[in-house]
Every structure is written in C-alpha cells, then in structure tokens.
Nanobody, 118 residues
Framework: QVQLVESGGGLVQAGGSLRLSCAAS????????IGWYRQDPGKQRELVAA???????NYADSVKGRFTISRDNGKNTVFLEMNALKPEDTAVYYC????????????WGQGTQVTVSS
C-alpha cells in the first residue's frame, strides 16, 4: 500500500517556476516508479514526467527542457521542478505510483492545482 500527497501548486505568472512535491508513505517507496500526470477540465489526462526506481526519467515532449523530475528515497519524496511555465501548463497535477511488476499506476494522490496566468 502506498499513500501519496502532493503539494507545491499555486498561481504563477507565465515564465515563472514552481516546485511540486509528492510525499509517499510506506517502506517500499524506493521500489516504486512515480509519474506526474496533469489534467485540465475538458482535456485528456497527460503523463508529464516519470521516474523509475533506478532514477531513469522520461518526459512529455510538451515539457522537455522545462520540467525536471527527481526523487529523494531517503525522504520518500519525488519532486517536479517546473520552469518557464506557460498558460497551457495550467492543470491539476497528480502523482501516481507503480509497483514493480505492474504496468499501470495503481496509487494516486489527491492532486494539486497549478495555474499559470498570461
């Protein structure tokens, strides 16, 4: 069982930065992959960035070069550093966990709102 809590969202002007955190409970955190998703009303949910338990990262094309995902296993936390934010980055951001051997993210946080004003 993994419980996830996101924080760090807020309102920022275009070009600004935010750092999201995903704090996880459970002793298996170092074994899980974590993904950051976002969803805006009327749009499909999008996988923005992901990090494996080995530290391998991947990003959606829309955020490459602007967003950085990282993890601190000692603190059971994954971070999403977001720079050069654009109004189209506005969404609710969710972190999700995927256990070893599973192909889907089975554990989700409650989400944190990010709003980028133009």
């Amino acid at each position: 069982q993994v419980q996830l809590v996101e924080s760090g969202g807020g309102l920022v002007q275009a070009g600004g930065s935010l750092r999201l955190s995903c704090a996880a409970s459970g002793s298996t955190f170092s074994l899980v992959a974590i993904g950051w998703y976002r969803q805006d009303p009327g749009k499909q949910r999008e996988l923005v960035a992901a990090i494996s338990r080995f530290g391998t990262t991947n990003y959606a094309d829309s955020v490459k070069g602007r967003f950085t995902i990282s993890r601190d296993n000692g603190k059971n936390t994954v971070f999403l550093e977001m720079n050069a934010l654009k109004p189209e980055d506005t969404a609710v951001y969710y972190c999700a966990a995927k256990l070893p051997g599973f192909n889907v993210y089975g554990y989700w946080g409650q989400g944190t709102q990010v709003t980028v004003s133009s």
